[in-house]
């Protein structure tokens, strides 16, 4: 079993920053891969960023490239999403979710995710 916990959600202004983090607990940190997804209001849960357990590579969604970054540090079992230049449409609640990293896995696909943690809520006011 692994437990995520996220936190750092919160409201700001369009064009402000937040930085999102997940602390996973339970099994080892660097064999999962690390995903973010985001719901909004009314919308289906999206892929927003994902990293390699060894945190070499990493995927975003098209609509947050140059805006988000994913990140991880394994010796602290936590993945960050610093979120930049944000817009009334990143509006969501944010949640985290591991897998297994293997060379097969699917990255951008929330059904390939194992666990999730609860989601912190992100308001971004215009």
């Known amino acids: 079993q692994v437990q995520l916990v996220e936190s750092g959600g919160g409201l700001v202004q369009a064009g402000g920053s937040l930085r999102l983090a997940c602390a996973a607990s339970?099994?080892?940190?660097?064999?999962?891969?690390m995903g973010w997804f985001r719901q909004g209001p009314g919308k289906e849960r999206e892929f927003v960023a994902a990293i390699r357990g060894g945190g070499s590579k990493t995927y975003y969604a098209d609509s947050v490239k140059g805006r988000f970054a994913i990140s991880r540090d394994n010796a602290k079992n936590t993945v960050y999403l610093q979120m930049d230049n944000l817009k009334p449409e990143d509006t969501a609640a944010y949640s985290c979710?591991?897998?297994?990293?293997?060379?097969?896995?699917?990255?951008?696909?929330?059904?390939?995710?194992?666990?999730w943690g609860q989601g912190t809520r992100v308001t971004v006011s215009s």
């Open positions: 339970g099994r080892t940190f660097s064999d999962y891969l």
């Open positions: 979710a591991a897998q297994r990293d293997f060379l097969t896995s699917v990255v951008r696909g929330a059904t390939s995710y194992e666990y």
